[in-house]
C-alpha cells in the first residue's frame, strides 16, 4: 500500500482486449431495438405493431399493454402518495417525457431491429406538460401521474439549531436564489444488457454493466415475478458509470421480457442518442437562499428552500432529497441550519446518480454563497473561508445533521491551494488588468467528497423502507501451489480495482501484488456479494478493504495453524513475509505452497480436526445507525475533500473564457495507489470543468431536448481541459479499515470554483453568477443585460440596525 504501482488492468483495455457487454456473443442471439416517445406528455390511443412483425427477419414484439399483464410496476422508495406511482419497462397508456420506451423490437440484426421500428404505428392525445419543477407544483398543473394525484412526490423540513437567533444576531441578511443545472457525466460505454433465459434450468442470466446489480435484483425479480435465485449477474469490463448505470433495470427487465418471448439470448446496446435522452440526467435544483452574517465574515447560519426536480419517474428517489445532507454544513462551523426541501415530477427525463450525487449541488450552493458574502462585506474569499471553517482540533466534528467528518485538514488545504495557483500574484495581476480593460477571475471552492452511504439515510423519506447500512463481501483463496485469487463483490468499471485489492492482500501476505489475481469483473455464481455490493458512493476501497482485510484475517489464522503445526511451532509466533509463514522467534519457514499443498491434496497432514482447504470468505460493515426524529444521523463513513482554484480570462465582448491556471488539493485518507488517485482527482476535476463550461442539458417549451447529440451536448475533450497542479494531502480516517477514505467524487468542485472565478472577473461590471453553468451565450447575455440596467433581479442585501452599530 501507498505505491503508485500501474494498474494491472490496464493492458488489455489499452490494446483492445476489454471485455464489454457488446463483446460477449452468444449462439443465435438476437437484437433489441427500442421505440421512443416524441412527446413530453401524452396518452397512446393506437399502437399497432403488426407490420413491423411481418416484416422479414423480425423475431417478436413488445408493448406496454403486454408488459402491463405479465409484470408488475417497479418498486417505489418514495413514501405515500408518491409510492402509487406505476412505473414500467415500457411506457403503458401514457407518455411522460421525451424518450420515454414505447414499443420493443428483437430481430436477426441491429439494422433490422431498427428499421422495423419505423413501421410501428402510433397515435398520440398530446396533453399538457410542464418542464418547470416550481410550475409543477402549481395547483393547476397537469398532473403527470394520476395515480399518484400530485407532482410534489416529496417534502421534509430540517431544522437544526436556532435560526431565528441567528437572524436577529446578524448584521445583515443576504438573501439570494441559486439554480444547478442538469447535465450527466456521459460514461464512454453507454447502457447495456444481453439477457439469456435458459428453460431447461429456469435461470435467467443478464450480462450488463449495472453498477450494483445485485442491488437491482428486488426490482428485477418483483416485476417479473421471477425468482431472485434464478436470477445470474455477469458484468465484465464497464465502460465507466458514475452513478449513470444505477438505474438501468428498466431496460433488463426489458430485455429479460424479450429474451422469455422470443426464447433466445437478445442483446441491448442503447446509443448515444438515448443515453443523452433518455438514461439519467443530474438532479436539477433551485434554491433561494437567507444568509445570516457578521460584518466580520462569521456566517451565522443558512436558510433555505430547494425545489429538487426528479424528472418523469422517481425511480432512484426521493434518495437524491435526503442525500445532500450527508455534507449539511459543508467545511463550515454553522450550527443554525433550516432546509425546506420540495422535489417534484416534471416531464423531462428522470434523474438518477451522477457523480457527486446530490451532495455537489448542495456544496455548489454553500461555496457560491460564501463568495457572495465574501462580495457584500468587501472581504477576499479566502478570508471568509478560513474564518468559518472547521478547524483540525475539532475532529472528529459532527455536523447539524448528525454527520461525523472522520479527520481533515481545511485550513491547510485551502493555504496549500492558494500557495500552489499563486494566488496573491493573480490578485495583483487582475487589479493591473483592470485598468487596461483585462478580465481576470480568481476563483476557490473547498468541498467534501463523502464516501461509503448508509442506505439507513432513505428512512428520512419513507422509514418504511427496508434498508440500512452498507456491506460488502470478499473470498481470498490460496491454491495447491501457493497462488492467491481474489474475488469481490465491488463490480469495478474503471476504479482499478484489480490493482488495488491485489496491493492490500499482496501486504498481509508478504508477497508481490503480481502474485495475487484478483477476478475481473463480476458472476454472481462467483463473486461473494451483498446485495449492497457495487462501485458507487466512493465506498469501493473503504468496503473492498474492510471485506478484504476480514477474509485475510481469517485465512492467516489458519494458514499460521498449519505452518505452526508443521514446524512445531505456536500460531502466534507466525508472521507472513516473501511468501513464506515465518516462525519470528526461531527463524524456522514454510513456503506458502507448502500449506497450500497441505491445505488441499497433503492433508493427512492437517492440524487434527481442521477441515481441507484454504479459502475464507468476508462480509464486512461499518458501524452505522438509523435516523433519529429530527433526521440526525451518520449518512456516510468517511469525509474526502478537495481544494480548487481556477483562474480565467474573460472578453467581455462574446462572453468566452479560458482557464489559465487550475490548481488542486486533495486529501482522501491514506492513499492505497497515489496513482490511481491522481486519476480519480483529473477525472473528477474534468467532469466538473465539463460541466461548468461545456455540458447542458437543454428543453425546449415543447419538452424536446435541444442537446441530444454530442454535436450539441458538449463533452470536453484532452484539449480542452486545462493543465492542473496537483498535491495531496494524507489525513488517516478516523473511522474506515488503514485509515482509508473514498475518493473521485469530486466533480462539484470545480462548479463553485468557477463560477466564483467567473463572477470575480465580471465584478468591475456588477455582473452577479447565479447559474452553475457558465457559457459565453448566457455569460455575454448577463453582461448586455448589465449595460442596459436590465439586472435579473439583484440578491437582497438586508443590513440590521442596531443600538451602537
Same mark, same amino acid.
Given at each position: 500500500?501507498?505505491?503508485?504501482?500501474?494498474?494491472?488492468?490496464?493492458?488489455?483495455?489499452?490494446?483492445?482486449?476489454?471485455?464489454?457487454?457488446?463483446?460477449?456473443?452468444?449462439?443465435?442471439?438476437?437484437?433489441?431495438?427500442?421505440?421512443?416517445?416524441?412527446?413530453?406528455?401524452?396518452?397512446?390511443?393506437?399502437?399497432?405493431?403488426?407490420?413491423?412483425?411481418?416484416?422479414?427477419?423480425?423475431?417478436?414484439?413488445?408493448?406496454?399493454?403486454?408488459?402491463?399483464?405479465?409484470?408488475?410496476?417497479?418498486?417505489?422508495?418514495?413514501?405515500?402518495?408518491?409510492?402509487?406511482?406505476?412505473?414500467?419497462?415500457?411506457?403503458?397508456?401514457?407518455?411522460?417525457?421525451?424518450?420515454?420506451?414505447?414499443?420493443?423490437?428483437?430481430?436477426?440484426?441491429?439494422?433490422?431491429?431498427?428499421?422495423?421500428?419505423?413501421?410501428?404505428?402510433?397515435?398520440?392525445?398530446?396533453?399538457?406538460?410542464?418542464?418547470?419543477?416550481?410550475?409543477?407544483?402549481?395547483?393547476?398543473?397537469?398532473?403527470?401521474?394520476?395515480?399518484?394525484?400530485?407532482?410534489?412526490?416529496?417534502?421534509?423540513?430540517?431544522?437544526?439549531?436556532?435560526?431565528?437567533?441567528?437572524?436577529?444576531?446578524?448584521?445583515?441578511?443576504?438573501?439570494?436564489?441559486?439554480?444547478?443545472?442538469?447535465?450527466?457525466?456521459?460514461?464512454?460505454?453507454?447502457?447495456?444488457?444481453?439477457?439469456?433465459?435458459?428453460?431447461?434450468?429456469?435461470?435467467?442470466?443478464?450480462?450488463?454493466?449495472?453498477?450494483?446489480?445485485?442491488?437491482?435484483?428486488?426490482?428485477?425479480?418483483?416485476?417479473?415475478?421471477?425468482?431472485?435465485?434464478?436470477?445470474?449477474?455477469?458484468?465484465?469490463?464497464?465502460?465507466?458509470?458514475?452513478?449513470?448505470?444505477?438505474?438501468?433495470?428498466?431496460?433488463?427487465?426489458?430485455?429479460?421480457?424479450?429474451?422469455?418471448?422470443?426464447?433466445?439470448?437478445?442483446?441491448?446496446?442503447?446509443?448515444?442518442?438515448?443515453?443523452?435522452?433518455?438514461?439519467?440526467?443530474?438532479?436539477?435544483?433551485?434554491?433561494?437562499?437567507?444568509?445570516?452574517?457578521?460584518?466580520?465574515?462569521?456566517?451565522?447560519?443558512?436558510?433555505?428552500?430547494?425545489?429538487?426536480?426528479?424528472?418523469?419517474?422517481?425511480?432512484?428517489?426521493?434518495?437524491?432529497?435526503?442525500?445532500?445532507?450527508?455534507?449539511?454544513?459543508?467545511?463550515?462551523?454553522?450550527?443554525?441550519?433550516?432546509?425546506?426541501?420540495?422535489?417534484?415530477?416534471?416531464?423531462?427525463?428522470?434523474?438518477?446518480?451522477?457523480?457527486?450525487?446530490?451532495?455537489? =449541488?448542495?456544496?455548489?450552493?454553500?461555496?457560491?454563497?460564501?463568495?457572495? /458574502? +465574501?462580495? &457584500?462585506? #468587501?472581504?477576499? %474569499?479566502?478570508? !471568509?473561508?478560513?474564518?468559518?471553517?472547521?478547524?483540525?482540533?475539532?475532529?472528529?466534528?459532527?455536523?447539524?445533521?448528525?454527520?461525523?467528518?472522520?479527520?481533515?485538514?481545511?485550513?491547510?488545504?485551502?493555504?496549500?491551494?492558494?500557495?500552489?495557483?499563486?494566488?496573491?500574484?493573480?490578485?495583483?495581476?487582475?487589479?493591473?488588468?483592470?485598468?487596461?480593460?483585462?478580465?481576470?477571475?480568481?476563483?476557490?471552492?473547498?468541498?467534501?467528497?463523502?464516501?461509503?452511504?448508509?442506505?439507513?439515510?432513505?428512512?428520512?423519506?419513507?422509514?418504511?423502507?427496508?434498508?440500512?447500512?452498507?456491506?460488502?463481501?470478499?473470498?481470498?483463496?490460496?491454491?495447491?501451489?501457493?497462488?492467491?485469487?481474489?474475488?469481490?463483490?465491488?463490480?469495478? =468499471?474503471?476504479?482499478?480495482?484489480?490493482?488495488?485489492?491485489?496491493?492490500? /492482500? +499482496?501486504? &498481509?501476505? #508478504?508477497?508481490? %501484488?503480481?502474485? !495475487?489475481?484478483?477476478?475481473?469483473?463480476?458472476?454472481?455464481?462467483?463473486?461473494?456479494?451483498?446485495?449492497?455490493?457495487?462501485?458507487?458512493?466512493?465506498?469501493?476501497?473503504?468496503?473492498?478493504?474492510?471485506?478484504?482485510?476480514?477474509?485475510?484475517?481469517?485465512?492467516?489464522?489458519?494458514?499460521?495453524?498449519?505452518?505452526?503445526?508443521?514446524?512445531?511451532?505456536?500460531?502466534?509466533?507466525?508472521?507472513?513475509?516473501?511468501?513464506?509463514?515465518?516462525?519470528?522467534?526461531?527463524?524456522?519457514?514454510?513456503?506458502?505452497?507448502?500449506?497450500?499443498?497441505?491445505?488441499?491434496?497433503?492433508?493427512?497432514?492437517?492440524?487434527?480436526?481442521?477441515?481441507?482447504?484454504?479459502?475464507?470468505?468476508?462480509?464486512?460493515?461499518?458501524?452505522?445507525?438509523?435516523?433519529?426524529?429530527?433526521?440526525?444521523?451518520?449518512?456516510?463513513?468517511?469525509?474526502?475533500?478537495?481544494?480548487?482554484?481556477?483562474?480565467?480570462?474573460?472578453?467581455?465582448?462574446?462572453?468566452?473564457?479560458?482557464?489559465?491556471?487550475?490548481?488542486?488539493?486533495?486529501?482522501?485518507?491514506?492513499?492505497?495507489?497515489?496513482?490511481?488517485?491522481?486519476?480519480?482527482?483529473?477525472?473528477?476535476?474534468?467532469?466538473?470543468?465539463?460541466?461548468?463550461?461545456?455540458?447542458?442539458?437543454?428543453?425546449?417549451?415543447?419538452?424536446?431536448?435541444?442537446?441530444?447529440?454530442?454535436?450539441?451536448?458538449?463533452?470536453?475533450?484532452?484539449?480542452?481541459?486545462?493543465?492542473?497542479?496537483?498535491?495531496?494531502?494524507?489525513?488517516?480516517?478516523?473511522?474506515?479499515?488503514?485509515?482509508?477514505?473514498?475518493?473521485?467524487?469530486?466533480?462539484?468542485?470545480?462548479?463553485?470554483?468557477?463560477?466564483?472565478?467567473?463572477?470575480?472577473?465580471?465584478?468591475?461590471?456588477?455582473?452577479?453568477?447565479?447559474?452553475?453553468?457558465?457559457?459565453?451565450?448566457?455569460?455575454?447575455?448577463?453582461?448586455?443585460?448589465?449595460?442596459?440596467?436590465?439586472?435579473?433581479?439583484?440578491?437582497?442585501?438586508?443590513?440590521?440596525?442596531?443600538?451602537?452599530?
Amino acid at each position: 500500500m501507498g505505491r503508485p504501482l500501474r494498474r494491472k488492468e490496464d493492458y488489455r483495455l489499452i490494446t483492445g482486449l476489454g471485455k464489454f457487454v457488446d463483446d460477449v456473443k452468444m449462439p443465435g442471439m438476437a437484437y433489441v431495438a427500442v421505440l421512443r416517445s416524441p412527446y413530453a406528455h401524452a396518452r397512446i390511443s393506437k399502437l399497432d405493431v403488426s407490420k413491423a412483425e411481418a416484416m422479414d427477419g423480425v423475431v417478436c414484439t413488445l408493448v406496454g399493454d403486454e408488459v402491463a399483464k405479465k409484470t408488475d410496476p417497479f418498486l417505489q422508495i418514495s413514501a405515500a402518495p408518491a409510492n402509487k406511482m406505476k412505473d414500467y419497462c415500457l411506457a403503458v397508456g401514457k407518455v411522460h417525457f421525451v424518450g420515454e420506451p414505447v414499443a420493443a423490437v428483437v430481430a436477426e440484426t441491429r439494422s433490422l431491429a431498427e428499421d422495423a421500428l419505423e413501421l410501428i404505428e402510433v397515435e398520440y392525445e398530446v396533453l399538457d406538460h410542464v418542464l418547470d419543477v416550481r410550475a409543477a407544483l402549481q395547483p393547476k398543473a397537469p398532473v403527470i401521474h394520476e395515480e399518484v394525484g400530485s407532482n410534489l412526490v416529496f417534502h421534509e423540513m430540517w431544522d437544526y439549531g436556532d435560526m431565528e437567533a441567528a437572524m436577529n444576531d446578524a448584521d445583515k441578511v443576504l438573501k439570494e436564489e441559486l439554480h444547478f443545472h442538469r447535465f450527466s457525466s456521459t460514461p464512454i460505454e453507454n447502457n447495456a444488457v444481453l439477457a439469456h433465459y435458459d428453460k431447461a434450468t429456469g435461470v435467467l442470466t443478464l450480462y450488463n454493466n449495472n453498477q450494483m446489480p445485485m442491488f437491482c435484483i428486488p426490482w428485477i425479480s418483483f416485476a417479473l415475478k421471477f425468482p431472485s435465485n434464478r436470477i445470474r449477474m455477469v458484468t465484465g469490463d464497464i465502460g465507466g458509470g458514475f452513478g449513470t448505470k444505477i438505474i438501468s433495470y428498466p431496460y433488463m427487465v426489458l430485455a429479460s421480457m424479450l429474451a422469455m418471448k422470443s426464447g433466445r439470448p437478445v442483446k441491448w446496446i442503447e446509443s448515444r442518442t438515448e443515453h443523452l435522452l433518455a438514461a439519467n440526467h443530474g438532479n436539477e435544483r433551485t434554491f433561494a437562499v437567507e444568509i445570516p452574517v457578521k460584518n466580520d465574515g462569521t456566517i451565522l447560519g443558512f436558510k433555505v428552500k430547494a425545489w429538487d426536480d426528479c424528472g418523469g419517474y422517481t425511480r432512484y428517489e426521493p434518495a437524491g432529497a435526503t442525500i445532500w445532507a450527508q455534507v449539511t454544513p459543508g467545511a463550515y462551523r454553522f450550527k443554525n441550519f433550516q432546509m425546506e426541501f420540495f422535489q417534484g415530477v416534471t416531464n423531462k427525463c428522470p434523474v438518477g446518480p451522477n457523480r457527486g450525487y446530490s451532495r455537489m =449541488q448542495h456544496l455548489w450552493m454553500l461555496e457560491r454563497c460564501v463568495d457572495i /458574502v +465574501a462580495r &457584500e462585506l #468587501g472581504l477576499d %474569499p479566502t478570508e !471568509v473561508r478560513l474564518k468559518n471553517f472547521i478547524r483540525p482540533d475539532e475532529m472528529p466534528y459532527v455536523t447539524p445533521s448528525g454527520g461525523i467528518y472522520d479527520g481533515g485538514d481545511y485550513p491547510e488545504s485551502l493555504r496549500r491551494v492558494v500557495k500552489l495557483v499563486d494566488y496573491w500574484r493573480w490578485r495583483k495581476e487582475q487589479e493591473e488588468g483592470r485598468k487596461t480593460g483585462r478580465l481576470i477571475g480568481i476563483g476557490l471552492s473547498t468541498v467534501l467528497d463523502s464516501g461509503t452511504n448508509n442506505f439507513a439515510q432513505v428512512k428520512i423519506g419513507n422509514p418504511d423502507n427496508p434498508f440500512s447500512g452498507n456491506s460488502e463481501g470478499a473470498r481470498i483463496s490460496i491454491d495447491t501451489l501457493g497462488g492467491i485469487q481474489v474475488a469481490l463483490g465491488t463490480v469495478p =468499471q474503471g476504479q482499478g480495482h484489480e490493482t488495488f485489492a491485489s496491493q492490500v /492482500v +499482496a501486504d &498481509e501476505f #508478504g508477497v508481490h %501484488p503480481d502474485q !495475487v489475481n484478483v477476478l475481473m469483473g463480476f458472476d454472481s455464481t462467483v463473486n461473494p456479494y451483498s446485495h449492497q455490493s457495487g462501485a458507487y458512493a466512493s465506498r469501493c476501497a473503504v468496503m473492498g478493504t474492510g471485506a478484504l482485510l476480514g477474509a485475510a484475517k481469517k485465512l492467516k489464522e489458519k494458514a499460521a495453524r498449519i505452518a505452526a503445526h508443521v514446524m512445531k511451532s505456536d500460531p502466534e509466533r507466525i508472521v507472513f513475509k516473501d511468501g513464506a509463514a515465518v516462525d519470528r522467534d526461531s527463524g524456522k519457514s514454510i513456503l506458502l505452497w507448502q500449506i497450500g499443498n497441505i491445505a488441499w491434496v497433503n492433508n493427512v497432514l492437517l492440524p487434527e480436526g481442521m477441515e481441507p482447504g484454504l479459502v475464507a470468505i468476508n462480509y464486512w460493515k461499518p458501524d452505522f445507525g438509523l435516523p433519529d426524529e429530527k433526521k440526525r444521523l451518520n449518512q456516510t463513513l468517511t469525509y474526502s475533500y478537495q481544494s480548487h482554484a481556477a483562474v480565467i480570462e474573460l472578453d467581455r465582448e462574446t462572453g468566452k473564457f479560458k482557464i489559465l491556471q487550475y490548481a488542486i488539493v486533495d486529501d482522501c485518507g491514506r492513499q492505497i495507489n497515489p496513482l490511481i488517485v491522481e486519476g480519480q482527482v483529473h477525472g473528477a476535476a474534468a467532469h466538473g470543468i465539463g460541466a461548468a463550461m461545456y455540458e447542458s442539458f437543454v428543453y425546449n417549451t415543447d419538452g424536446q431536448l435541444q442537446s441530444s447529440t454530442f454535436v450539441d451536448y458538449l463533452v470536453p475533450t484532452a484539449l480542452d481541459i486545462p493543465h492542473m497542479d496537483t498535491e495531496s494531502m494524507e489525513t488517516p480516517s478516523l473511522f474506515a479499515p488503514k485509515g482509508i477514505k473514498g475518493v473521485g467524487e469530486g466533480g462539484g468542485t470545480p462548479l463553485a470554483a468557477i463560477a466564483n472565478a467567473v463572477e470575480d472577473a465580471l465584478s468591475p461590471l456588477g455582473v452577479e453568477i447565479r447559474d452553475s453553468h457558465q457559457n459565453p451565450q448566457d455569460v455575454y447575455k448577463l453582461i448586455e443585460g448589465n449595460r442596459a440596467g436590465r439586472h435579473a433581479g439583484p440578491m437582497t442585501n438586508v443590513a440590521k440596525h442596531k443600538s451602537g452599530k
